[in-house]
């Protein structure tokens, strides 16, 4: 039991944590200076969801791990966030396509989430729902612009969300950890929240001009610590200094 | 990003303390809702807002620099104009 809210706690974290990181390599690269801050915004967002949701997890654990030590010091198989998030960058388009899928999930996550009988979890959610809610808003007008934009704005837009679609089922994924705590009345069962996350991104593309893709084949593996390619190389940027110089603090 | 797609807006934050919105900066955006986001991005990331205006700056009409000696300086001389210029009673007390 403990060890299922762990991981489920940890899976939250990672999530967090891994988009903060990618969304941080916009920083000083952004297309605009108002884009540039705005991303870092909702990057320092993830990562302070990630701290709480890190935090919780070496106090369920009990071990003695603290939050720079998950996030720092576990080996890329240890890690449980799901594959849409770890996605690199690409051109802006896909960022944002990558934001939308995600925040479009989390926002009504999160507001199930304040319901948990864990009141830890339901604390953190009631936080991270305000900022969810920004997120959506913030990727959807962009979504919208580019989508019914120029030619090639629409193109490149519509090439991300074709290209991270196949990401988005793994959202919904349930095992036996997520199962027993949703039984538990701690988790929430993610196909509760399948229709309102659709009707979302139907709502978007609709004006944005854009194609929602059908279901299709989805990828998997993010949650069992089997990621991508480039994964491995935003863990050795994420975590070098506390591997460099270990125990480092602020 | 030119000029011509996003175009400069002006923006007024209500701080939490302040009763009127204050002029704090500009930003680039290519519409009303862009630039809204926009300067809730670069002006109130420290809490400093409770309400955001933004008004494309080429609405704003400002006065001549030119003129500046006709419109302001005949006031210089009407120093009856500040309250300080008068006696206040003992009795009224704090204004």
Same mark, same amino acid.
């Given at each position: ?8 706690? @940890?899976?939250? =974290?990672?999530?967090?944590?891994? @988009? ?8 000083? *690269? ?10 870092? %915004?909702?990057?320092? $967002? /993830?990562?302070?969801?990630?701290? %709480?949701?890190? +935090? ?46 995600? +925040? ?23 936080? =991270? ?8 808003? *913030? ?31 793994? @959202? ?16 929430? $069962?993610?196909?509760?929240?399948? &229709? ?9 593309? &609709? ?19 089997? /990621? ?5 190389? @935003?863990? +050795? ?14 | ?41 670069? !002006? ?35 120093? !009856?104009?500040?309250?300080?210029? !008068? ?9």
């Amino acid at each position: 039991m403990t060890s299922d809210l762990f991981t489920y706690t @940890l899976r939250l =974290a990672d999530d967090a944590a891994i @988009l903060g990181q990618r969304l941080g390599e916009w920083c000083g *690269h952004a297309p605009t200076l108002e884009e540039d801050i705005g991303l870092a %915004n909702v990057a320092l $967002d /993830h990562i302070g969801q990630a701290r %709480n949701l890190y +935090s919780y997890a070496g106090e369920v654990e009990g071990a003695g791990r603290d939050e720079d030590q998950l996030c720092f010091l576990r080996k890329e198989r240890e890690f449980g966030n799901c594959l849409l998030v770890e996605q690199p960058n690409g051109d802006f388009a896909q960022t944002i396509a990558r934001q939308l899928f995600f +925040s479009a999930f989390m926002l009504p996550f999160w507001r199930k989430l304040t319901g948990s009988r864990d009141e830890t979890l339901a604390a953190i959610a009631a936080k =991270a729902e305000k900022e969810a809610a920004y997120h959506l808003r *913030h990727s959807g007008e962009w979504t919208i612009r580019l989508g019914d934009g120029t030619a090639e704005s629409r193109a490149r837009m519509q090439d991300a969300i074709d290209l991270l679609w196949p990401y988005t089922g793994e @959202l919904f994924e349930v095992d036996g950890v997520v199962e027993r705590l949703v039984a538990d009345g701690i988790a929430v $069962d993610p196909e509760t929240i399948r &229709d309102e996350w659709h009707a979302t991104l139907r709502r978007v593309c &609709d004006e944005a001009t854009l194609t929602l893709p059908p279901v299709g084949w989805m990828q998997s593996g993010g949650r069992s610590g089997r /990621h991508s390619e480039s994964f491995g190389h @935003l863990l +050795s940027e994420m975590q070098y200094m506390q591997r460099a110089y270990p125990g480092m603090r602020w | 990003m030119t000029e011509k797609t996003t175009p400069l807006w002006e923006v007024f934050i209500r701080s939490r303390t302040g009763m009127a919105h204050r002029h704090c900066g500009s930003v680039h955006a290519a519409d009303a809702e862009m630039a809204l986001q926009a300067a809730r991005d670069v !002006y109130t990331r420290r809490g400093e807002g409770l309400s955001i205006w933004v008004v494309p700056s080429s609405e704003i009409i400002a006065s001549d620099p030119a003129q500046k000696d006709e419109l302001f300086e005949p006031t210089a001389s009407k120093i !009856y104009r500040h309250p300080t210029f !008068y006696e206040i009673p003992e009795e009224v007390g704090n204004m």
